[in-house]
């Protein structure tokens, strides 16, 4: 990978006080901020198909993604199967992706506070009132959205399948 590339996909790969100042510039010059989040931890067609969905919603797409000990919390012992520095790097590499943080909570509740996107997106298997940080958004004047799964496509049936053929 050449040092440009390099540079230009761990710039992408931000701390909570970086986001919050880039999303201050951000919004400064009229960019709708879109955020959305999760652990990621295989990337598939179904990930590439909401993200770049969740791209098109405005004008900037930042991602915040479980940190390992966050997805091992949710997801159990043996997850994730790609630490968190090697998901970011593949998000950081769409071009459709602006931002990443990694987030070591359970939930991304107070990083949507903290960066009041203006539009939250997450999945289908999602209602608004269920979604983490939508009050806050929306009571910021933002969005909430929900976008369809491609089906057929999640991380966990990935690993299974991998499980039942070894």
């Known amino acids: 990978m050449s040092k440009d590339l390099?540079?230009?996909?761990?710039?992408?790969?931000?701390?909570?006080?970086?986001?919050?100042?880039?999303?201050?510039q951000w919004k400064a010059a009229q960019q709708k901020i879109v955020f959305t989040n999760g652990c990621f931890d295989l990337l598939h067609i179904g990930h590439l198909t909401y993200m770049a969905r969740a791209a098109e919603l405005g004008d900037k797409l930042i991602i915040g993604l479980n940190s390992d000990s966050s997805v091992r919390l949710l997801k159990g012992?043996?997850?994730p199967v790609n630490n968190q520095q090697s998901r970011a790097a593949l998000l950081a590499a769409l071009f459709f992706v602006d931002a990443v943080v990694i987030f070591e909570?359970?939930?991304?509740?107070?990083?949507?506070a903290d960066l009041l996107p203006d539009v939250l997106v997450k999945g289908g298997?999602?209602?608004?009132?269920?979604?983490?940080?939508?009050?806050?958004?929306?009571?910021?004047?933002?969005?909430?959205?929900?976008l369809t799964f491609v089906?057929?496509?999640?991380?966990?049936s990935i690993i299974e399948k991998i499980r039942q053929q070894s």
């Open 105 to 112: 909570e359970e939930t991304p509740q107070n990083l949507i």
């Open 6 to 24: 390099e540079k230009e996909l761990l710039g992408k790969i931000m701390s909570r006080e970086l986001l919050k100042q880039t999303v201050t």
């Open 125 to 146: 298997d999602y209602t608004i009132d269920k979604i983490v940080g939508a009050k806050e958004v929306m009571a910021n004047g933002g969005e909430v959205k929900t």
């Open 77 to 79: 012992e043996g997850r």
């Open 151 to 156: 089906d057929g496509y999640s991380s966990t």
